[in-house]
């Protein structure tokens, strides 16, 4: 399989959970417990985020994704 097969691959496996791309994410700080949000972020880098907490809302309708 060539890298441009793979790269190709990667970018079908992804999904988009809603309307679109765009997420809203809130996610309570490690050190002092209060909840912080981040907006408009890409579905993808959810997964950089500790699950602790973690709430993601749709950029567009504000449906609650995980």
Request: charged share 30%; with cysteine.
């Amino acid at each position: 399989m060539s890298q441009d097969d793979q790269s190709q691959s990667d970018a079908e496996e992804i999904t988009i959970p809603c309307c679109s791309e765009q997420v809203h994410i809130a996610y309570r700080g490690r050190a002092d417990d209060r909840l912080y949000m981040v907006r408009d972020r890409k579905w993808q880098e959810v997964r950089y985020y500790q699950a602790n907490g973690l709430r993601v809302f749709c950029a567009v309708c504000r449906h609650r994704v995980l």
